[in-house]
């Protein structure tokens, strides 16, 4: 089952700018994380914020989280052509004690 | 170096054949998992050990088995019922169960039919 969908599935951007991405999940979470992954490779943890954080930094990256709403957004600010990548939401329920990743947003960022 | 490693890198099967991707870890890791990723998609769970010696189907087990018998090594084997195993294939390691630990990936195998 996809716990989280991404959303845009694809975003370009020119180099500089700020890209967002949206993640929305249907169950009661304990975290939320981010990964990235380039094209042919493992994934790479960005962040996780946890169920009581509404906010998160690391960088050029921003993690927001509302549980109300059951989203997350992810903000890469003055996007770099190395951004290129995909970015996957993840999120682990009280269910069961392995990961369940989104479908993703694949990120292009024009030098 | 620490890490995860997989291997092989690219893997072909012949229908009908059985084949055995291999995950191994020097980071002491307690929990390993294996995903499946077809092209364009998002990761699903196949199958996850928290501890040596025991381990829980996910969302996609059909057509797949694994064993872990020591701490380091947790090997897929894609079976001749896995009808559609075309797929990229992850494995993944933490320090105890994802709840609230971050993965560590393997750099993935990539699994074609013949």
């Known amino acids: 089952s996809q716990q989280g969908e991404e959303d845009p599935q694809a975003l370009s951007i020119q180099e500089g700018e700020n890209a967002t991405m949206n993640c929305s999940y249907k169950t009661s979470i304990n975290n939320l994380q981010w990964y990235r992954q380039n094209s042919g490779r493992g994934l790479v943890h960005l962040i996780l914020i946890r169920s009581n954080e509404r906010e998160k930094h690391s960088g050029r990256l921003r993690v927001t989280l509302d549980t109300s709403k059951k989203s997350s957004s992810l903000l890469i600010t003055a996007s770099r052509a190395a951004d290129t990548a995909s970015y996957f939401c993840?999120?682990?329920?009280?269910?069961?004690?392995?990961?369940?990743f989104g479908s993703g947003t694949r990120l292009q960022v024009q030098p | 170096d620490g890490g995860i490693t997989q291997s092989p890198k690219y893997l072909f099967r012949k229908e009908g054949q059985n084949v055995t991707l291999s995950c191994e870890q020097n980071?002491?890791?307690?929990?390993m998992y294996w995903y499946r990723q077809d092209p364009g998609q998002g990761l699903r769970l196949i199958y996850y050990s928290q501890i040596v010696n025991d381990f829980q189907k996910g969302d996609i087990a059909e057509g797949y088995s694994v064993s872990r018998e020591k701490k380091e090594s947790f090997p897929l084997t894609v079976t001749s019922a896995q009808k559609n195993p075309t797929a990229f294939y992850l494995c993944?390691?933490?320090?105890?169960?994802?709840?609230?630990?971050?993965?560590?990936f393997g750099s993935g195998t990539q699994l074609s039919v013949l």
């Open positions: 993944a390691s933490s320090t105890q169960g994802a709840a609230n630990e971050k993965l560590f």
């Open positions: 993840a999120t682990t329920d009280t269910g069961r004690r392995a990961l369940t």
């Open positions: 980071l002491n890791h307690d929990a």
